[in-house]
């Protein structure tokens, strides 16, 4: 899975917010998707059916969170980060966002609301790219995501002032070694 490829594969949407629920998900994607929850004791087959889910929903966001956490809580961080991306991509896109993270501005969206279930759907997205570029030793673009989310949620609602802390961590244990 690249952002290129699907960028080209996006399909749109009926409703955002419900989508982000699951909605709008033909019966055969979350068919695959149930089966790949049921078989995720045998990787590959669950892989399989996550693969075929996206095949058939391309993009939707319920086909992505299943990818992304798969490969999350396989520890295939590499491909996760990749699905991260692509999340990022297709959340900008519905929140009407500028395609690089780096270039979005706090009222570019309702990032404080909690009824705004895409920009906060966005920062979620933002948190796990922060989380896996750090985990993946990546500290620099790990921490300027970080930074990122509370230039756009200074209240914090996010939580990502745990992403400083995991950086702080990080730095430390580095300097230990």
Same mark, same amino acid.
């Given at each position: 899975?690249?952002?290129?490829?699907?960028?080209?594969?996006?399909?749109?949407?009926?409703?955002?917010?419900?989508?982000?629920?699951?909605?709008?998900?033909?019966?055969?994607?979350?068919?695959?998707?149930?089966?790949?929850?049921?078989?995720?004791?045998?990787?590959?087959?669950?892989?399989?059916?996550?693969?075929s889910?996206?095949k058939? =929903?391309?993009?939707?966001?319920? $086909? +992505?969170i #299943?990818?992304?956490?798969?490969?999350?809580?396989? @520890?295939? %961080? *590499? /491909?996760?980060?990749?699905?991260?991306?692509?999340c990022?991509?297709?959340?900008a896109?519905?929140?009407?966002?500028?395609?690089?993270w780096?270039?979005?501005?706090?009222?570019?969206?309702?990032?404080?609301?909690?009824?705004?279930?895409? =920009?906060?759907?966005?920062?979620? $997205? +933002?948190? #796990?790219?922060?989380?896996?570029?750090?985990?993946? @030793?990546? %500290? *620099? /673009?790990?921490?300027?995501?970080a930074?990122?989310?509370?230039?756009?949620?200074?209240?914090?609602?996010?939580?990502?002032?745990?992403l400083?802390?995991?950086?702080?961590r990080?730095?430390?244990?580095?300097d230990?070694?």
């Amino acid at each position: 899975m690249t952002t290129e490829t699907a960028l080209i594969e996006r399909v749109p949407l009926q409703d955002d917010v419900e989508a982000l629920l699951g909605g709008g998900l033909p019966p055969e994607a979350q068919e695959h998707l149930d089966a790949a929850a049921l078989s995720y004791a045998h990787s590959e087959v669950a892989l399989d059916h996550l693969r075929s889910a996206e095949k058939i =929903a391309p993009n939707h966001p319920a $086909v +992505l969170i #299943g990818l992304y956490r798969f490969y999350f809580y396989k @520890g295939r %961080l *590499e /491909e996760c980060l990749e699905v991260a991306h692509v999340c990022l991509a297709e959340a900008a896109y519905h929140n009407n966002l500028p395609a690089d993270w780096h270039d979005v501005r706090r009222d570019d969206a309702a990032f404080g609301s909690y009824d705004d279930m895409m =920009a906060r759907f966005y920062m979620f $997205v +933002l948190k #796990g790219y922060a989380y896996l570029q750090m985990r993946l @030793g990546n %500290l *620099e /673009e790990g921490l300027a995501a970080a930074m990122k989310l509370l230039d756009l949620d200074p209240t914090d609602k996010i939580g990502a002032t745990l992403l400083l802390e995991v950086h702080q961590r990080m730095l430390e244990d580095e300097d230990a070694d």
